[in-house]
């Protein structure tokens, strides 16, 4: 009987979309659009803040522990919303550095994958795919200036793209094999209980066909 590849196919699914979503951002990258981003980022988490705290002024409400928080949330909110509109060039760098660690981590998540996945399907397609998207998140970390380079981004975009599809592409196989392996133990382990049964029945019958005694 086959084993379970102990690969959740929804992490196969989040990480293919979230690389394919960072290839998108990285093939329509400019320092204008990423600017336009960050302000908005900014905005809006600082007026997020502001409504925490018109909520906090004007709650009438008995708990104290949620108007604390609502205080809390919005002064921090509104605290890195400023910060994020000032400090915008930092914000750029900040923003790439969580890119090409999202990246590696993923890549490490697919590479370790792809290691089980060739034992029971014979494929390496998944762990090379895996080892070379945490190598451009390296790279993202390396080479940080040269990535803002309009050129550079897009050819990083379409690779990261590409090796994202791949992974994309192995999330529905992992499921289907969980799948049959689930119903192949399902069934084992109703044929087991069978025996059991029948004993069960027999001794059933055996009391039952014993003289009462008058």
């Known amino acids: 009987m086959n084993q379970s590849l102990n690969i959740k196919w929804t992490s196969l699914l989040i990480n293919g979309l979230i690389s394919l979503l960072i290839g998108v951002y990285f093939v329509f990258f400019s320092e204008s659009l990423s600017v336009i981003i960050t302000y908005l980022l900014g905005?809006?988490?600082?007026?997020?803040?502001?409504?925490?705290?018109?909520?906090?002024?004007?709650?009438?409400?008995?708990?104290?522990?949620?108007?604390?928080?609502?205080?809390?949330?919005?002064?921090?909110?509104?605290?890195?919303?400023?910060?994020?509109?000032?400090?915008?060039?930092?914000?750029?760098?900040?923003?790439?550095?969580?890119?090409?660690?999202?990246?590696?981590?993923?890549?490490?998540?697919?590479?370790?994958?792809?290691?089980?996945?060739?034992?029971?399907m014979g494929t390496t397609v998944l762990m090379i795919a895996g080892g070379v998207l945490g190598l451009l998140g390296l790279s993202v970390f390396v080479f940080l200036d040269s990535v803002k380079n309009q050129t550079v981004s897009v050819g990083l975009g379409a690779l990261i793209m590409l090796l994202s599809m791949m992974v994309l592409y192995y999330a529905m196989p992992v499921y289907r094999f969980n799948l049959r392996v689930k119903k192949e133990q399902e069934t084992l382990k109703a044929d087991k209980d069978v025996p059991f049964k029948i004993v069960e029945n027999q001794e059933e019958e055996k009391i039952n066909d014993e003289p009462k005694a008058e």
């Open 43 to 120: 905005g809006g988490l600082t007026i997020a803040g502001l409504i925490l705290l018109f909520l906090y002024y004007t709650g009438k409400s008995k708990n104290k522990q949620g108007q604390a928080l609502n205080l809390v949330q919005g002064i921090v909110y509104v605290a890195i919303g400023v910060v994020i509109i000032v400090k915008h060039d930092l914000m750029l760098d900040i923003i790439l550095y969580i890119i090409g660690l999202w990246l590696i981590l993923s890549g490490i998540s697919s590479l370790f994958y792809g290691f089980r996945l060739r034992k029971h």
